[in-house]
């Protein structure tokens, strides 16, 4: 197995930093009970890259907008500000929004896609291969999530205390709103840098699955981040190389891998609490 992640370096190094990022910022994720808004947000994502195929298709002028990462990063952004700063007392709950957000952008995701020049819905379905990761893929992730797991490590505190104690964080003159929309801005950049590489199944998953296993192995928060670090990392590595081994689709293995290593974690957490 060795071998194989040597031969697919640059993909390999992409995965584990998709890893890195989607497993640290799951972990507040899952945490905050916002899973379906890291599921939305991927969907968006998905949009974006659909309407640059479309506007391309149709040779419509728009500027650095015509970039897929750009209009990706445009439409995240777009339901960052709309699921963080989202008013209390609405009449459609929370879960709804999260619902229509994501089935509407993923019917106009195929739909924009499918009346593209010569586009293919299922492209865009099918989209995100792994072991194709190129090498310009890579240098936005090493861009990206370094850079995201630096902002976690410099306001930690900050993180913590508004995703747990909001209220608190307010009467400490914490501006709780703005803490959660860079929070939030934190997850959909780690998404837009993994979404054209990993695609929307792969991602999600690398958000939720982890972040459970870290909290069923961990006793600390610190120590939750890094069980869930280093069970994304182990799925990433080894699900890639069993994909390459036994020609199985890379993604799929990455998240059956995860899995299985999320079992694992339930079972040493339920062997712990029964002695």
Same mark, same amino acid.
């Given at each position: 197995m060795?071998?194989?992640?040597?031969l697919?370096?640059?993909?390999v190094?992409g995965?584990v930093?998709?890893?890195?990022?989607?497993?640290v *910022?799951?972990v507040?994720v899952?945490?905050?009970?916002?899973?379906?808004?890291s599921?939305?947000l991927a969907q968006?994502?998905?949009?974006?890259?659909a309407a640059?195929?479309f506007?391309?298709g149709?040779?419509m002028g728009?500027g650095?907008?015509?970039?897929?990462?750009?209009?990706?990063?445009?439409f995240t952004l777009?339901?960052?500000l709309?699921? #963080?700063l989202e008013?209390e007392?609405? !009449?459609?709950p929370?879960?709804?929004?999260?619902?229509?957000?994501?089935?509407?952008?993923g019917?106009?995701?195929?739909l924009l896609? #499918?009346? #593209?020049?010569g586009?293919?819905?299922?492209?865009?379905?099918? !989209?995100?291969n *792994?072991?194709?990761?190129?090498?310009?893929?890579?240098?936005?992730?090493? #861009?990206?999530?370094?850079?995201?797991?630096l902002?976690?490590?410099l306001?930690?505190?900050?993180?913590?205390?508004?995703?747990?104690d909001?209220?608190?964080a307010?009467t400490?003159g914490?501006?709780? @709103?703005l803490?959660?929309?860079?929070?939030y801005? $934190?997850?959909?950049?780690?998404?837009v840098? @993994?979404?054209?590489?990993?695609?929307?199944?792969?991602?999600f998953?690398?958000m =939720?699955?982890?972040?459970?296993?870290?909290?069923?192995?961990?006793?600390?928060?610190r120590?939750?981040?890094?069980?869930?670090?280093?069970?994304a990392? $182990?799925a990433?590595? *080894?699900g890639?190389?069993l @994909?390459v081994e036994?020609d199985?689709? $890379?993604?799929p293995?990455i998240?059956?891998?995860s899995?299985?290593?999320?079992?694992?974690?339930?079972? =040493? @957490? $339920?062997s712990?609490?029964?002695?």
């Amino acid at each position: 197995m060795l071998e194989v992640l040597l031969l697919f370096r640059e993909a390999v190094l992409g995965a584990v930093l998709i890893a890195l990022g989607c497993s640290v *910022v799951g972990v507040y994720v899952v945490y905050r009970r916002i899973v379906f808004v890291s599921a939305a947000l991927a969907q968006l994502s998905s949009a974006g890259v659909a309407a640059a195929l479309f506007a391309a298709g149709l040779g419509m002028g728009l500027g650095p907008l015509e970039n897929e990462l750009m209009l990706s990063s445009v439409f995240t952004l777009g339901g960052v500000l709309f699921f #963080a700063l989202e008013a209390e007392g609405k !009449r459609i709950p929370g879960d709804a929004r999260l619902g229509i957000a994501y089935v509407l952008a993923g019917a106009l995701a195929v739909l924009l896609v #499918a009346r #593209a020049a010569g586009g293919d819905a299922h492209a865009l379905l099918l !989209r995100g291969n *792994v072991l194709g990761i190129r090498i310009s893929e890579t240098l936005i992730l090493l #861009a990206v999530v370094p850079s995201v797991l630096l902002v976690h490590f410099l306001f930690r505190k900050e993180f913590v205390f508004v995703s747990f104690d909001p209220e608190m964080a307010a009467t400490k003159g914490y501006r709780v @709103s703005l803490w959660t929309v860079f929070l939030y801005l $934190t997850m959909g950049a780690v998404i837009v840098a @993994s979404i054209e590489s990993a695609g929307v199944l792969l991602v999600f998953s690398l958000m =939720v699955l982890p972040a459970v296993a870290g909290i069923l192995l961990g006793r600390t928060f610190r120590s939750v981040i890094l069980w869930s670090a280093g069970s994304a990392v $182990t799925a990433a590595l *080894v699900g890639f190389g069993l @994909s390459v081994e036994y020609d199985l689709p $890379t993604g799929p293995a990455i998240v059956a891998t995860s899995g299985i290593l999320l079992v694992l974690a339930w079972l =040493v @957490s $339920t062997s712990v609490r029964a002695r």
